[in-house]
């Protein structure tokens, strides 16, 4: 946005009480924010949502979506591609940089895109940043717009929802631990170093 003066609009589904990100992102910087919430809308898997959201962005202009790469609870990594193939735009995924001009170094892919496009971003593709004050007083200040069932756009009742999830959850389970790993006491730093290196050469880290 300060590089080329884009115009950016944070997007989310979820409850009411989802527009408090919103203005988080919005203090941060961003211009607008949109919340989609309705009853209709609960119980979606990753097909209901991603048709939801893309539902929504129909209504926008825009050349580039950013999504994350995955969420913290379902952790499937499909709802971008997902909004991508219901848009019928490219998708890059994975992406730890993104440029508009200018050479990568070697070792990196390098694909070309028309825009628009939907690109699914790694923590590493940016460092949010920090709400100023300002920021923080303008975001509670300003408008959050609110969507519902009836502003979505080329979407069937029988994809949203509940209804259109043709996923659902048998079981959940938490995180197998992991064991403690290889404990060793090496007699002298200089023997600790040597160790280290040996594992990152062994693994291929380094």
Same mark, same amino acid.
């Given at each position: ?10 997007v ?29 809308l ?14 929504a962005?129909?209504?926008?202009d ?12 379902g952790?499937?990594?499909? %709802?971008?591609?997902?909004?991508? $193939? ?8 994975? !992406?730890? +940089?993104?440029?508009? #001009? ?32 300002g920021?923080i ?38 995180? %197998?631990?992991?064991?403690?790993? $290889? ?6 730093p200089?023997? !600790?170093? +040597?160790?280290?290196? #040996? ?8």
């Amino acid at each position: 946005k300060d590089q080329y003066g884009a115009e950016v609009t944070v997007v989310t589904m979820g409850l009411p009480k989802a527009e408090e990100v919103l203005r988080e992102a919005m203090a941060m910087g961003a211009d607008k924010g949109i919340l989609v919430t309705d009853r209709v809308l609960g119980g979606a898997d990753t097909w209901a949502t991603s048709t939801t959201i893309a539902g929504a962005i129909r209504n926008l202009d825009y050349d580039i979506i950013i999504t994350g790469r995955q969420a913290i609870d379902g952790d499937t990594a499909q %709802v971008g591609p997902q909004i991508a $193939e219901h848009l019928n735009i490219p998708v890059i995924s994975y !992406a730890q +940089d993104i440029k508009f #001009d200018g050479q990568y170094e070697d070792r990196h892919h390098v694909i070309k895109v028309q825009m628009p496009v939907l690109i699914t971003a790694l923590s590493e593709l940016n460092d949010p940043r920090y709400m100023t004050p300002g920021g923080i007083f303008d975001a509670y200040d300003a408008e959050i717009t609110t969507w519902g069932r009836a502003n979505l756009v080329d979407v069937e009742d029988g994809d949203l929802g509940l209804k259109g999830s043709p996923t659902k959850i048998a079981k959940a389970s938490d995180k %197998v631990r992991k064991g403690a790993g $290889e404990k060793v006491t090496p007699d002298s730093p200089a023997e !600790a170093v +040597d160790y280290i290196m #040996d594992k990152l050469l062994t693994k291929h880290v380094i």
